[in-house]
């Protein structure tokens, strides 16, 4: 079964800095691996998806980074901002099936 | 992106009664449509997988007979707490793929029950 695993937990970064979420799944043999936000109390918000072609995929300030033969992804967060501050989920599938396994993610808060 | 509808976004119900989550695929065909459930400060869990036109798959320790999931459409599909305890109570998200391309996953606004 697909494992899914983010660090850090927890992270706190004054507004500007450039920061770096981190996930690593176990089952490489994923056909892409997406990454949402997600603020308190609401829904997720898909913020990239990598295919698992793809090394790294870009949206505005967020970089995402694909490496299936170590199991890992990173979310790359430029000149953070105050309005960034939520939980980063990181998703992936697993071989034969067709649902997303998620991370229990990175809350991230951008102190002004 | 494409858009998943969840509808209600809260819902409050007594103990014992029933309660139906919707979840509309608006601008694409959904074949397949996944419910998750997420409880305070943990991260999300696969509950079932719904495909339009059969019988739901239930993930291990979740009771079909109580979360009954219809999928009767491609752009429909309803879970149904029945009779709801407070241990129900939890945020639920429907998620749908694009029939066609079967890559990106999209989400619902999510659903919080309370269960009093």
């Known amino acids: 079964k697909q494992e899914v695993t983010q660090i850090p937990a927890a992270l706190s970064v004054p507004e500007g800095e450039n920061l770096v979420l981190n996930c690593s799944f176990t089952?490489?043999?994923?056909?892409?691996l997406q990454w949402f936000r997600q603020d308190p109390g609401k829904g997720l918000t898909s913020l990239l998806l990598?295919?698992?072609?793809?090394r790294e995929q870009t949206s505005g300030r967020l970089n995402a980074s694909l490496d299936k033969s170590s199991g890992r992804s990173t979310l790359y967060i430029a000149a953070s901002q105050p309005g960034d501050s939520a939980t980063y989920l990181c998703?992936?599938?697993?071989?034969?099936?067709?649902?997303?396994?998620f991370g229990t993610g990175t809350r991230l808060t951008v102190i002004p | 992106g494409a858009v998943v509808s969840q509808h209600p976004s809260w819902v409050i119900c007594k103990s014992g009664t029933s309660v139906k989550i919707e979840c509309r695929s608006l601008?694409?065909?959904?074949?397949?449509m996944f419910w998750y459930r997420q409880f305070p400060k943990q991260s999300l869990m696969l509950m079932a997988t719904?495909?339009?036109?059969?019988?739901?798959?239930?993930e291990q320790g979740v009771e079909k007979d109580k979360f009954l999931i219809n999928h009767a459409s491609l752009t429909l599909s309803t879970l149904t707490v029945t009779s709801a305890h407070p241990e129900d109570s939890s945020f639920y998200i429907c998620?749908?793929?694009?029939?066609?391309?079967?890559?990106?996953?999209?989400f619902g606004q999510g659903t919080r029950l309370t269960v009093v």
């Open positions: 601008d694409f065909q959904a074949t397949t």
């Open positions: 998703a992936a599938p697993q071989t034969g099936a067709n649902n997303l396994f």
């Open positions: 990598i295919q698992s072609s793809q």
């Open positions: 719904s495909n339009e036109g059969s019988k739901a798959t239930y």
């Open positions: 998620s749908a793929r694009d029939g066609r391309s079967n890559t990106e996953a999209f």
């Open positions: 089952d490489s043999a994923i056909y892409n």
